[in-house]
C-alpha cells in the first residue's frame, strides 16, 4: 500500500521538492526530502527510503556520484534520476550505475506519480514467496527472487539491481528470444535507448561466462536469449 511506501525527494530547488512532496503525499507516500547530495546519503541511511526521486544536478555530489555511493555501500533502494538533461550518454550513465528509471524536467506531477508506483512494483515484493518457490534454475545457474541470491556453479554472484530483474527475466523465458524492445518494458518499463540492454547483457556475460558455457546468446538484429 502507498502508506508503507516511504520515498525520499532530493532536488536544491526547493520550488520542485515542495511541488513533489505536496504531490506524493496526497496520494498516500510518506515523504523526506533533502537539498544536496551529502543530505541525501545522510537520509538514506537513516530513513531506509523504499526509493528515492535524486537530482541529477546537485550544489555538492551530483546524483551520479550519490547513486555511485549507495551502490557501492550495497543498498539497493530504487532511485528514479530527475534531470533538465536529456541525452542518451546521461541516461545510459544514470541506468549503468544502478539507477531504476530517468525523467526529464519539466515533467507531468501525474506522470512521475505513476513512473514512482510503476518502480516500487518491479522492485519492492507484494510478500515473500515460500521458500524455494521463487527458484529459477538454467544448466548450473540458478536464482532465487526473495532472497536475491545468483550462483553458477556453487560460486556466488553479486550482481547490481538491475542486473538481476535483466538475468530473472531471461531466465523466466529461457530459450527464447527476447528483443531489446521487449527487455527495456520487462526490466525497465519504458521505451528508451536499446544500447542500455546492451550495456547490461555485457556486464551480466563478465560475470557468468568465467564460471562456465555462456548461457547468454545474440540473435544478431533480433535480441538476446538465455539457454544452455
Same mark, same amino acid.
Given at each position: 500500500?502507498?502508506?508503507?511506501?516511504?520515498?525520499?525527494?532530493?532536488?536544491?530547488?526547493?520550488?520542485?521538492?515542495?511541488?513533489?512532496?505536496?504531490? #506524493?503525499?496526497?496520494?498516500?507516500?510518506?515523504?523526506?526530502?533533502?537539498?544536496?547530495?551529502?543530505?541525501?546519503?545522510?537520509?538514506?541511511?537513516?530513513?531506509?527510503?523504499?526509493?528515492?526521486?535524486?537530482?541529477?544536478?546537485?550544489?555538492?555530489?551530483?546524483?551520479?556520484?550519490?547513486?555511485?555511493?549507495?551502490?557501492?555501500?550495497?543498498?539497493?533502494?530504487?532511485?528514479?534520476?530527475?534531470?533538465?538533461?536529456?541525452?542518451?550518454?546521461?541516461?545510459?550513465?544514470?541506468? !549503468?550505475?544502478?539507477?531504476?528509471?530517468?525523467? !526529464?524536467?519539466?515533467?507531468?506531477?501525474?506522470?512521475?506519480?505513476?513512473?514512482?508506483?510503476?518502480?516500487?512494483?518491479?522492485?519492492?515484493?507484494?510478500?515473500?514467496?515460500?521458500?524455494?518457490?521463487?527458484?529459477?534454475?538454467?544448466?548450473?545457474?540458478? #536464482?532465487?527472487?526473495?532472497?536475491?541470491?545468483?550462483?553458477?556453479?556453487?560460486?556466488?554472484?553479486?550482481?547490481?539491481? !538491475?542486473?538481476?530483474?535483466? #538475468?530473472?527475466?531471461?531466465?523466466?523465458?529461457?530459450?527464447?528470444? #527476447?528483443?531489446?524492445?521487449?527487455?527495456?518494458?520487462?526490466?525497465?518499463?519504458?521505451?528508451?535507448?536499446?544500447?542500455?540492454?546492451?550495456?547490461?547483457?555485457?556486464?551480466?556475460r563478465r560475470k557468468l561466462d568465467?564460471?562456465?558455457?555462456?548461457?547468454?546468446?545474440?540473435?544478431?538484429g533480433v535480441g538476446y536469449t538465455?539457454?544452455?
Amino acid at each position: 500500500m502507498n502508506e508503507e511506501r516511504r520515498v525520499l525527494v532530493v532536488d536544491d530547488e526547493a520550488n520542485i521538492r515542495d511541488l513533489i512532496d505536496t504531490a #506524493l503525499t496526497f496520494h498516500g507516500f510518506a515523504v523526506e526530502t533533502a537539498d544536496d547530495g551529502v543530505g541525501a546519503l545522510r537520509a538514506a541511511e537513516s530513513g531506509r527510503p523504499d526509493l528515492i526521486l535524486l537530482d541529477v544536478l546537485l550544489p555538492d555530489l551530483d546524483g551520479f556520484e550519490v547513486c555511485r555511493r549507495l551502490r557501492a555501500a550495497g543498498d539497493r533502494v530504487p532511485i528514479i534520476f530527475l534531470t533538465a538533461r536529456d541525452t542518451p550518454s546521461d541516461t545510459v550513465t544514470g541506468l !549503468t550505475l544502478g539507477g531504476d528509471d530517468y525523467v !526529464t524536467k519539466p515533467f507531468s506531477i501525474d506522470a512521475l506519480v505513476a513512473r514512482v508506483r510503476a518502480v516500487l512494483r518491479r522492485t519492492v515484493p507484494a510478500a515473500a514467496p515460500k521458500e524455494d518457490d521463487d527458484l529459477l534454475r538454467v544448466a548450473d545457474l540458478e #536464482l532465487s527472487e526473495s532472497r536475491w541470491t545468483v550462483r553458477r556453479a556453487g560460486a556466488d554472484i553479486d550482481l547490481s539491481p !538491475t542486473e538481476f530483474r535483466l #538475468l530473472a527475466c531471461l531466465m523466466r523465458n529461457e530459450g527464447r528470444v #527476447l528483443t531489446r524492445a521487449q527487455l527495456l518494458e520487462s526490466v525497465w518499463g519504458w521505451d528508451g535507448n536499446p544500447q542500455v540492454v546492451e550495456t547490461y547483457i555485457s556486464y551480466l556475460r563478465r560475470k557468468l561466462d568465467p564460471l562456465g558455457p555462456p548461457l547468454i546468446h545474440t540473435r544478431r538484429g533480433v535480441g538476446y536469449t538465455l539457454r544452455p
